[in-house]
């Protein structure tokens, strides 16, 4: 079930017993199908009373509100205990920056349009996709897309670098199997001509995109 | 302060029963009333595994469906007075019983235990949102195998999600001679993937096959390397601070004798 309410922060909507987030999709499809134009350009708050939601699940809410029915979303709670969710004001999809303030585990998956910043480590198993550049603050282990609508000039940068799969653009590399040696420095990975190369990360990043 | 222990891996396998019936064994050890709680509905085992398969009468699908009362479905140990199961049913699916069922069940059961441990289904749904409900502790097991620690990290990832927090790794089946060799993941590897607290590494040890189809925790084993590790988590559960114990392999005479003449290192 979904509750709609007029605060001075926005609209607030409750949602109540609702099991998936397809579920509330199609409510939310039916609560609007009128009214989609009047509600563009609001604020919105949602309260998910008590509904769990992982990372990725709160991107897709956040990707319904603003890109099917052009709301802002200010603010993810739960009814229980208020769990803020600040967003930028400004939506310019690609300079946005989306930043995950933990380790992503196996199974857990970031999609977005912009680029991704991970304080934390990339797992085996888990998997980053970004329009935009992807940052680890951490070991990379998993799988990293950068430049996911093919931007070429995308690139990958972890403190260290040992994905499962890496992907720019339409391009993909992969680990070699077998016994690797692994750097215990940083390092960046970018397309240069037709394949992507691992080099040390230096802070000249942008020299070494000009290069390409 | 009574405590929900939810016992999880993700992958099958891996010793998570095994754990179950060794620490709460322990725990009774040390004088606390423990029920073990078999959340594996349609594929019961923790029952077999403490020797207690011939006493079931009722389970945990008639006690939430209200066919008998908690205290009738409860199972005394046959080796300790304060030692319980609640055994799982067997001929029922794990749709049988909700999440929300679950908690309800596990509030009761602290108002008469110190510790409920429950013995978690392999895999991720409906039977691991079960086990996880009623929860306020989880601790987790894994193997030194890469299938295994990749399926516990998941695990952990699905765990922050439904708010259960600073779960404990228990790393099961160690071999020491071949982590030595490089064969196997070590205890350091494994922690700087998981990124949780170590509760306590169990040795690979022939005993607990045995001890397990005897229906007997390995851990009243004086003789078992396992029942020792095994007896170190209870204490470490009950706060006590106990070291890692030496999980190196003693050499034969032989081998002793090679090295005192530098064949061998």
């Known amino acids: ?212 | 302060m009574s405590k929900v222990i939810v016992v999880t891996s993700g992958k099958g396998g891996v010793g998570k029963t095994t754990t179950v019936a060794n620490i709460g064994t322990g725990l009774a050890l040390l004088n606390k009333k423990v029920v073990l709680l078999d959340a594996d509905i349609g594929l019961r085992n923790l029952d077999v595994v403490m020797g207690l398969e011939n006493r079931i009468v009722y389970d945990l699908v008639d006690v939430v469906e209200g066919i008998c009362k908690l205290r009738q479905a409860l199972i005394r140990d046959k080796r300790f007075e304060e030692l319980y199961l609640l055994p799982a049913a067997q001929t029922k699916e794990k749709t049988a019983v909700t999440p929300e069922q679950m908690k309800e069940l596990c509030d009761k059961l602290k108002q008469d235990f110190d510790y409920i441990l429950i013995d978690c289904p392999a895999g991720i749904e409906h039977g691991f949102k079960n086990a996880v409900a009623g929860a306020d502790n989880a601790i987790i097991v894994t193997t030194p195998e890469v299938a295994a620690v990749r399926d516990a990290d998941r695990i952990i990832g699905l765990l922050e999600a439904s708010e259960l927090p600073g779960p404990k790794l228990v790393i099961n089946r160690l071999r020491s001679d071949m982590v030595k060799k490089g064969d196997m993941m070590d205890i350091e590897d494994m922690i700087e993937i998981l990124a949780i607290e170590l509760l306590g590494v169990v040795p690979e040890d022939e005993k607990i096959v045995i001890s397990t189809n005897k229906g007997e925790p390995a851990i009243s084993d004086p003789a078992s390397k396992a029942g020792q590790a095994f007896r170190n988590i209870s204490r470490r559960i009950e706060g006590e601070d106990v070291p890692l114990m030496n999980l190196e392999v003693e050499n034969s005479f032989m081998e002793r004798l090679k090295i005192f003449f530098g064949l061998k290192r």
């Not at chain 1, 509750?3 to 607030?12: R, S």
């Not at chain 1, 992503?104 to 996709?129: C, F, T």
């Open chain 1, 1 to 212: 079930m979904l509750i709609l309410k007029g605060t001075k922060d926005g609209l607030l909507i409750i949602l109540r017993n609702i099991e998936s987030i397809t579920e509330f999709e199609e409510k939310l499809k039916e609560k609007f199908s009128k009214s989609k134009d009047f509600f563009a350009g609001a604020d919105v708050i949602i309260d998910l009373g008590e509904m769990q939601l992982s990372v990725e699940e709160k991107q897709k809410i956040i990707e319904i509100i603003e890109k099917d029915y052009f709301m802002n979303l200010t603010e993810i709670r739960n009814y229980n205990h208020s769990q803020k969710f600040l967003r930028k004001e400004t939506i310019t999809p690609a300079a946005e920056t989306f930043f995950v303030k933990k380790t992503l585990r196996s199974g857990q998956k970031i999609n977005h349009d912009g680029n991704v910043v991970i304080l934390g480590d990339v797992n085996p198993g888990a998997e980053v996709i970004a329009t935009g550049d992807i940052f680890v603050f951490g070991v990379l282990r998993g799988i990293a897309h950068a430049g996911a609508s093919g931007d070429n000039k995308a690139i990958v940068t972890a403190f260290r670098l040992q994905p499962t799969q890496l992907r720019i653009a339409d391009k993909i590399s992969r680990a070699p199997d077998g016994m690797v040696f692994t750097p215990s420095f940083p390092e960046v990975a970018l397309i240069k001509g037709e394949r992507i190369y691992i080099e040390p990360y230096f802070c000249n990043l942008e020299k070494s995109k000009e290069g390409i």
